[in-house]
């Protein structure tokens, strides 16, 4: 079973970029789609974008606070799962996880559909 790592997080002030990965261990090939979730102090967790690990069309499907300002991607060797993050603003302040998983409704940030997570990176975000 593959096992998810995330970095990458860090302190940005609002407006600036951040840069998170996941290295998957030995890669993603296992998992039909793999995700980026979040979860704030006292909020539920809630999804982020994601994708299909094997996709010649490299669909993505984001969330509406996400479209235009977050780009899910992963590398060609499919052992790194990438969000670059521009825009910031305090409210996307969060523990940030990727996820894996088969998907079988297609491209949802239901969380039940991934059943591999990793420990999470800080994201914090100062006004």
């Known amino acids: 079973q593959v096992q998810l790592a995330e970095s990458g997080g860090g302190s940005v002030q609002a407006g600036g970029s951040l840069g998170l990965s996941c290295a998957a261990s030995?890669?993603?090939?296992?998992?039909?789609?793999l995700g980026w979730f979040r979860q704030a102090p006292g909020k539920e967790r809630e999804g982020v974008a994601t994708?299909?690990?094997?996709?010649?069309?490299?669909?993505?499907y984001y969330e509406s606070f996400a479209t235009g300002r977050f780009t899910i991607s992963q590398d060609s060797a499919k052992k790194t799962l990438y969000l670059g993050m521009t825009g910031l603003k305090p409210e996307d302040t969060a523990m940030y996880y990727c996820?894996?998983?088969?998907?079988?409704?297609?491209?949802?940030?239901?969380?039940?559909?991934?059943?591999?997570w990793g420990q999470g990176t800080q994201v914090t975000v100062s006004s």
């Open positions: 996820a894996a998983g088969s998907c079988p409704d297609g491209l949802t940030l239901n969380a039940l559909d991934f059943n591999v």
């Open positions: 030995p890669d993603t090939s296992s998992a039909k789609c």
């Open positions: 994708m299909f690990t094997n996709d010649p069309l490299r669909r993505t």
